[in-house]
């Protein structure tokens, strides 16, 4: 059984440009949130995604944007690049009807904004 | 508003020896508190939660925490720190609302000499 997977690994994007981060629940997960890692800090939570709409957001500017598919893989768009978008991107799925603690994060995606 | 604080950034230890890691919560509502790890290139994998009840609780890998209302902390503890321990741990609160998202502190990094 995966658990939550996240593409690409990692990758480098230019100030202004776009990025769209993909993100594929475990088996049986119907929600999906995002978290940003910047450097030496701890996730901070994007949004979260349930039923291909977007049920919460953390303090994050429009920019930022996501969808979720009716498999219930989500992407996370990003427009208009800073460079302090630079951080690890963390995926989190679970089901929604389980307790909220079982959370599964993937690995993230690494992105360097230059 | 809800916040985590882990004083420590860096902690170094021998193995062996017993390890404790600080966190204290700020969250007006009976808080839900998790304790993660992440190793290098890996997502955040839960080492123990604690929602209500017994407020010493057991996780994996040989670590526990225990919950004290009246300090606002909930620290982690090892025994015997063994070399594989070597990561980077975050305390989370969990917000119990529709998302049911979590707020981390920065991390503490853990060091393991033999």
């Known amino acids: 059984d995966a658990g939550v997977t996240q593409s690409p690994t990692h990758l480098i994007k230019t100030r202004g440009q776009q990025v769209t981060l993909r993100c594929s629940p475990k088996s049986g997960h119907d929600t999906v949130s995002w978290y940003q890692q910047a450097l030496g800090q701890g996730p901070q939570f994007i949004f979260q995604y349930y039923e291909e709409e977007e049920r919460q957001r953390g303090n994050f500017p429009d920019r930022f944007s996501g969808h979720q598919f009716p498999n219930y893989s989500s992407e996370l768009n990003v427009n208009a690049l800073l460079l302090g978008d630079s951080a690890l991107y963390l995926c989190?799925?679970?089901?929604?009807?389980?307790?909220?603690?079982?959370?599964?994060f993937g690995p993230g995606t690494r992105l360097t904004v230059t | 508003a809800q916040s985590v604080t882990q004083p420590d950034i860096h902690i170094t230890v021998s193995e062996g020896a017993s390890l404790e890691l600080r966190c204290n919560y700020s969250?007006?509502?009976?808080?839900?508190l998790f304790w993660y790890v992440q190793s290098p290139g890996q997502g955040l994998q839960l080492l123990l939660k604690?929602?209500?009840?017994?407020?010493l609780v057991q996780g994996i890998k040989g670590f526990e925490a225990e919950f004290k209302r009246s300090q606002s902390s909930f620290n982690l503890r090892k025994p015997s720190v063994h070399w594989s321990d070597a990561a980077e741990y975050f305390c989370?609160?969990?917000?119990?609302?529709?998302?049911?998202?979590?707020?981390f502190g920065t991390g503490t990094r853990l060091t393991v000499i033999p």
């Open positions: 989370a609160v969990g917000i119990q609302t529709g998302a049911n998202n979590l707020f």
């Open positions: 604690y929602f209500s009840g017994d407020t």
């Open positions: 969250y007006g509502a009976t808080p839900y």
């Open positions: 989190a799925s679970r089901a929604e009807r389980a307790f909220f603690y079982e959370q599964y």
